[in-house]
């Protein structure tokens, strides 16, 4: 099955600092998704990026398929911004069944 | 909201008992998931649904069984749990848009199986 790996697995932030979060994956995909899993449990969709770059208010994503990586950038953080950042794909071959990496759980610090 | 709800939110039961979780969506979409998460990992992908009464396994579907009789309802089910199962399992749904698929996911379920 297809590989997700997430980098670094954890980090840990001042207030106020910008962070960088890498998702590689190890064979074509059709979709990609990034969630923020907050500290009650809960998995928020921050954005749906097979392609191309988004951008949500402090929150933005790059997808480069061809080279089979995501990134999510997160800027002057905040506090709230602590929880557990997971990407998933959607691999072209098995459309509709998402791969889950296994996360990176960011702390920000007041 | 996605108009996911999971029942119940939180289960203790015994060995070898067994075990229905409920998931259900006011969004009439197509697919629906259920998924298992176990500390420090992702999600895995248990079960799905690709319409009423049609279902696939997923990547960890041994000792787990589903059935959709209805658009709205996704069912779960442990025939005999084991402390291997204790997790949070949650539902997902998602629509064909494309040949796309964004998923939303419900609250979640803590089961312990004891």
């Known amino acids: 099955g297809i590989q997700v790996e997430q980098s670094p697995p954890d980090l840990i932030l001042q207030e106020g600092a910008n962070s960088t979060l890498r998702c590689n994956f190890s064979d074509s995909v059709n979709n990609l998704q990034w969630f923020h899993q907050n500290p009650w449990g809960q998995l928020i969709n921050l954005f749906y990026?097979?392609?191309g770059t988004k951008q949500n208010g402090r929150l933005s994503a790059t997808t480069v398929a061809t080279e089979r990586y995501s990134l999510l950038y997160i800027s002057s953080s905040q506090t709230t911004d602590s929880g557990v950042y997971f990407c998933?794909?959607?691999?072209?071959?098995?459309?509709?069944?998402?791969?889950f990496g296994d996360g990176t759980t960011l702390t920000v610090k007041p | 909201d996605a108009g996911i709800t999971q029942s119940p939110r939180h289960k203790v039961t015994e060995t070898g008992t067994p075990v229905t979780l409920r998931c259900h969506q006011t969004e009439n979409h197509r697919y629906m998931y259920w998924y298992r998460q176990d500390p420090g990992h992702g999600l895995r992908l248990i079960h799905y649904?690709?319409?009423?009464?049609?279902?696939d396994k997923g990547e960890v579907s041994d000792g787990y069984s589903v059935s959709r009789s209805k658009t709205e309802d996704f069912l779960l089910t442990l025939e005999s749990a084991t402390s291997s199962q204790t997790s949070v399992y949650f539902c997902a749904i998602s629509e064909s848009q494309g040949g796309s698929y964004e998923q939303y996911f419900g609250p979640g379920t803590r089961l312990t199986v004891t």
């Open positions: 990026i097979p392609s």
């Open positions: 649904s690709y319409g009423v009464k049609d279902t």
């Open positions: 998933a794909v959607e691999r072209r071959t098995n459309a509709g069944k998402s791969t």
